[in-house]
């Protein structure tokens, strides 16, 4: 790994200079202000764009990484892509702060914003489902009649546009197309399909904003039945990059879930409207599917809810299940193959029947043994887009839900993969974030990203840490793995909340002890949220306008959050955030840096754990303004020696054990 160096660029001078004082960005953004931290990143991101190099760069909160990379992008003039983390961020991206600092550098440049599919309206599936019965009464079928009004009026068929269209509306999935039920040039609207023009839009764009799912499936080349979904570009910026490597591990593997097996059945059926005679022939081998993937499910009944694919074949009857699965599926196969030419819909059937099949296969030792002489098989040319790395480098492990399965195979290793794609790009690569160090280090995401060689970065929060925040780490707590250990988090943070008059997040390691800690919290004065009990955007929007309420939520409000201003001054973390001990892939991977000679717990399980726990703390301040706590309660940081490595990768915050400063620190500041 080598350092960043000394500026020399034409670009990076121009980039540092349009972000300081006097330069139009000043007088065309109320409230200006010139960041010195901001312009070195801009610098660096420059001179990477301008040397074609990759760049790791940590920038805090506050240090405003959007406009850093923004700007040398549009002053360079170089085609490039810029990949987020969400789609809140890349509509934050694309509808308000590229317009604006276009406008304000005088640069013409042609701009797309593109999205997965799942995002966009399918003309296909919306005429299939104004012809089900599900959607003609009740609260879906006003929703339905909502989406067919907007669709004739829609320019983007991005579903976003309808604010009152809950983003886990369970009408989503049946309007829009997956990359296994979408039917490609041989739909009826393939001219007007809404995915065809959003990618034409990006083929023809200088600057695309996408998500990191997209990313990977172009730089894994993954056609999806488009061919190549991005063009060709000389800079990327990776946006929320310490994300990709788990992103990739789920992209680059493979899975078979009872929902994509039912899907596949109802579809089935649905085009047996298409061709009269069809329903004779495919009815009784798709009801076979669905009934033996939900006998599958039953008799996975007393497994644990997570674990390996050997531990879900040690069970009684779950192999058998399996092999009626795979015979009902051969059986399907059969049957949708006379029909292929027949109608688009049961070609696309026929596919992901055998694509599921082989993944099935794939995932059950001794797959040999279900080798036939199908005379309907597939071709190799007809599976391409099923093609994956091989999976001896794999984990191959189970989820189950309260309804549902998922058989997942998962590569362990995709920094193979990213390095190719990086190299044969022969493009400036630029991975930001605020939590890709770890104790001042890039060493792990540069392993996990494939990466030997970059320029290096660290600019820590601008905030005044001092002024602004305080870390409480509460004393005589006992060790996490005691059965109380919930109870006492409570009683050690109720001091806290009543200092802050609530206004606090707390986080959970689990939710187990989410449960135990809304029993303990019932009766408190202060309104409280809790994860699961509504949607995600509708409990945060509620927690924001209560003005001093109390969120439980475990890991997934560690991330992607932002609640600035005094509703929230209070970040509570139960327990260092390490891997969960029956996570298989996880067990899997340090499984693998034993064999290679690593350290498991230096070279994985820490390096995890600081940055989920710089995440969660992230949460707390976002503003030059806000002022807050963040409470770390797990003993361990004090009681054993990596403890410092966590409180180290934190931004400078004084840290106290006196619940005596906590209220201090919030008299000194009345609300």
Not at 112 to 121: F, H, I, P
Not at 433 to 461: K, N, Q
Request: negative net charge; proline residues 6%.
């Amino acid at each position: 790994m080598s350092s960043h160096v000394s500026v020399n660029s034409r670009l990076a001078q121009q980039a540092s200079a349009a972000l300081g004082v006097g330069s139009p960005l000043s007088t065309a953004f109320a409230g200006y202000t010139e960041r010195p931290a901001q312009q070195r990143l801009a610098e660096a991101i420059a001179d990477a764009i301008e040397a074609r190099e990759v760049l790791l760069a940590e920038a805090g909160t506050g240090t405003g990484k959007t406009f850093a990379y923004l700007v040398p992008i549009l002053l360079s003039g170089v085609r490039a892509i810029v990949s987020t983390g969400t789609r809140a961020l890349q509509d934050q991206l694309f509808l308000r702060d590229l317009p604006r600092l276009r406008e304000a550098l005088g640069v013409d440049l042609k701009a797309a914003l593109l999205k997965g599919r799942a995002n966009y309206l399918c003309h296909h599936r919306l005429e299939q489902a104004s012809e089900d019965t599900r959607f003609q009464r009740g609260p879906l079928a006003a929703q339905l009649r909502q989406v067919m009004a907007w669709s004739r009026q829609t320019r983007s068929g991005d579903l976003a546009e309808i604010e009152a269209l809950a983003e886990d509306s369970p009408l989503l999935p049946q309007v829009t197309s997956t990359m296994e039920n979408c039917l490609g040039t041989g739909c009826p609207f393939w001219e007007d399909c809404f995915v065809v023009r959003a990618r034409q839009r990006a083929q023809a764009a200088d600057l695309v904003v996408v998500n990191h799912h997209l990313l990977l499936a172009d730089l894994a080349l993954k056609e999806e039945g488009f061919g190549e979904i991005l063009p060709g570009a000389q800079a990327y910026v990776v946006d929320e990059a310490h994300q990709l490597p788990e992103l990739a591990a789920q992209f680059f593997g493979e899975a078979v879930s009872l929902r994509a097996l039912t899907e596949l059945c109802v579809d089935v059926l649905g085009e047996c409207a298409t061709v009269a005679s069809a329903l004779a022939s495919v009815q009784e081998p798709a009801r076979a599917v669905d009934q033996t993937a939900r006998a599958l499910r039953a008799a996975m009944d007393a497994l644990p809810v997570r674990g390996t694919a050997a531990r879900a074949l040690a069970a009684v009857d779950v192999e058998p299940a399996f092999d009626n699965l795979l015979l009902a599926l051969q059986d399907l196969i059969r049957a949708l193959a006379p029909l292929r030419e027949a109608a688009a819909g049961f070609d696309s059937c026929h596919l992901r029947a055998t694509v599921l099949r082989r993944r099935l296969e794939r995932w059950l030792p001794g797959a040999d043994q279900f080798e036939d002489a199908d005379p309907f098989d597939p071709t190799e040319d007809d599976i391409s887009a099923d093609v994956r790395e091989p999976v001896d480098a794999s984990v191959f492990w189970y989820e189950l839900t309260a309804r549902g399965f998922r058989m997942q195979r998962t590569p362990l290793d995709v920094s193979g993969p990213l390095r190719a794609h990086r190299e044969r790009s022969h493009a400036a690569w630029i991975f930001t974030s605020a939590t890709l160090a770890v104790a001042g280090s890039f060493r792990h995401a540069a392993r996990r990203l494939g990466i030997d060689h970059a320029r290096e970065l660290i600019e820590p929060s601008p905030f005044d840490w001092q002024q602004q925040a305080l870390c409480y780490l509460p004393r005589q707590l006992p060790e996490p793995s005691l059965r109380d250990y919930t109870h006492s988090v409570i009683a050690a943070v109720l001091p806290v909340l009543r200092a802050s008059n609530g206004r606090a997040f707390l986080l959970f390691a689990s939710h187990r002890a989410l449960r135990e800690a809304q029993d303990c919290l019932q009766g408190v004065p202060w309104p409280l949220f809790v994860q699961g009990s509504e949607p995600r955007h509708a409990l945060l929007q509620r927690f924001r306008e209560s003005g001093n309420g109390v969120l439980l939520g475990t890991a997934s409000f560690r991330e992607g959050v932002d609640v600035a201003g005094d509703a929230l001054s209070v970040v509570v973390i139960d327990k260092l955030p390490f891997a969960a001990p029956d996570d298989p892939v996880f067990e899997a991977r340090l499984d693998a840096v034993r064999r290679s000679g690593g350290n498991p717990f230096r070279d994985e399980q820490l390096p995890q754990a600081v940055i989920a726990l710089k995440q969660g703390a992230g949460r707390l301040i976002r503003t030059e303004t806000d002022r807050g706590v963040l409470v770390l309660c797990d003993p361990r940081l004090r009681s054993r020696s990596y403890g410092r490595t966590f409180l180290d990768s934190l931004p400078p915050l004084p840290t106290t054990g006196d619940p005596e400063d906590v209220k201090a620190f919030f008299e000194s500041a009345p609300f």
